[in-house]
């Protein structure tokens, strides 16, 4: 058998009130409960690390890191400055 | 004249606090929060000499109450005893609704015909049967409570369930709490549960 419920829908500061939340944890639950924030993740180049910097071939000064070739991006000219380039 | 706001609904939460009940913790919450209920249970009352009568005193103030008995079985530490707490206090929200002639308690179970055995003085009160599940619990608050207007789906009370779910460690590191069976966890999950059932249930 089911209830029906006729009472008022609790929302989040009824809760609050009823199990004795302090005003200022309420605030910070909303900041919790709030919609998801996802970082801003500034795109970049794969790199690799590798142990030493005394990799045959590796150019001077970086560090150890290397580009991947895979992330490495072609530079795109188009149009005039396409044909200017040639 | 200001219309009237009728007055909130609290459900009493009659649970074993376990880590492997943990989920379904969280659920009944999340399920009883979807509904625009407020949870409370005996978790917000401090250790101390008059326990019993807070106890009665929060049943007394809750309108419905909701008795999980899956997890009465012998305690693995020893000495080795069985949970008494949850029929024991399913026993006193009985004799205490049954003096107000009102009959609003709710007994769960994860087995079927098990309630027969162990507690046969039940006999013709229909348990309702979660099977352990996340999904079992929302099924059944579904067939429990109805509300007109914002009746919430069992997709809207997961959706709740997975963002407490992910606010679960913050609230605890924030609370200091270990496990969600602490006063101000309990309180601050609830806050939030509630939070996430106004976005979502319409």
């Given at each position: 058998?089911?209830?029906?419920?006729?009472?008022?829908?609790?929302?989040?500061?009824?809760t609050?009130?009823?199990?004795?939340?302090?005003?200022?944890?309420?605030?910070?639950?909303?900041?919790?409960?709030?919609?998801?924030?996802?970082?801003?993740?500034?795109?970049?180049?794969?790199?690799?690390?590798?142990?030493?910097?005394?990799?045959?071939?590796?150019?001077?000064?970086?560090?150890?890191?290397?580009?991947?070739?895979?992330?490495?991006?072609k530079?795109?000219?188009?149009?005039?400055?396409?044909?200017?380039?040639? | 004249?200001?219309?009237?706001?009728?007055?909130?609904?609290?459900?009493f939460?009659?649970?074993p606090?376990?880590?492997?009940?943990?989920?379904l913790?969280?659920?009944y919450?999340?399920?009883?929060?979807?509904?625009?209920?407020?949870?409370?249970?005996?978790?917000?009352?401090?250790?101390?000499?008059?326990?019993?009568?807070?106890?009665?005193?929060?049943?007394g103030?809750?309108?419905?109450?909701?008795?999980?008995?899956?997890?009465?079985?012998?305690?693995?530490?020893?000495?080795?005893?069985?949970?008494?707490?949850?029929?024991?206090?399913?026993?006193l929200?009985?004799?205490?609704?049954k003096?107000k002639?009102?009959?609003?308690?709710?007994?769960?179970?994860?087995?079927?015909?098990?309630?027969?055995?162990?507690?046969?003085?039940l006999?013709?009160?229909?348990?309702?049967?979660?099977?352990?599940?996340?999904?079992?619990?929302?099924?059944?608050?579904c067939q429990?409570?109805?509300?007109?207007?914002?009746?919430?789906?069992?997709q809207?009370?997961?959706?709740?369930?997975?963002?407490v779910?992910?606010?679960?460690?913050?609230?605890?590191?924030?609370?200091?709490?270990?496990?969600?069976y602490?006063?101000?966890?309990?309180?601050d999950?609830c806050?939030?549960?509630?939070?996430?059932?106004?976005?979502?249930?319409?």
């Amino acid at each position: 058998m089911s209830v029906i419920l006729d009472s008022r829908f609790a929302t989040a500061e009824d809760t609050a009130a009823a199990l004795g939340v302090s005003d200022s944890r309420f605030k910070r639950l909303m900041r919790v409960a709030g919609p998801k924030t996802i970082a801003r993740r500034v795109a970049g180049p794969k790199t690799i690390t590798v142990d030493f910097c005394a990799r045959a071939g590796h150019k001077a000064g970086t560090n150890g890191k290397f580009k991947l070739k895979s992330a490495s991006r072609k530079k795109q000219t188009r149009g005039k400055t396409k044909k200017a380039a040639h | 004249m200001a219309k009237r706001k009728k007055p909130r609904t609290e459900v009493f939460l009659n649970i074993p606090y376990d880590k492997k009940f943990e989920r379904l913790f969280i659920a009944y919450v999340a399920g009883v929060s979807a509904f625009g209920l407020v949870p409370r249970a005996t978790l917000e009352i401090p250790d101390s000499s008059r326990r019993l009568d807070k106890i009665l005193k929060l049943i007394g103030d809750c309108e419905y109450s909701i008795h999980d008995l899956s997890r009465v079985e012998l305690d693995r530490k020893k000495p080795c005893t069985p949970r008494f707490n949850m029929p024991f206090e399913l026993g006193l929200t009985v004799a205490q609704q049954k003096h107000k002639k009102k009959e609003s308690w709710y007994v769960f179970e994860s087995n079927s015909y098990r309630m027969e055995k162990s507690l046969s003085d039940l006999n013709g009160t229909d348990a309702k049967i979660h099977e352990g599940k996340v999904a079992g619990v929302f099924a059944e608050l579904c067939q429990t409570f109805k509300r007109r207007g914002r009746q919430p789906t069992v997709q809207q009370m997961a959706g709740i369930y997975r963002e407490v779910r992910r606010n679960q460690a913050t609230i605890l590191k924030e609370s200091g709490a270990k496990s969600p069976y602490k006063a101000r966890a309990f309180r601050d999950i609830c806050v939030v549960a509630s939070a996430w059932a106004d976005r979502l249930v319409e």
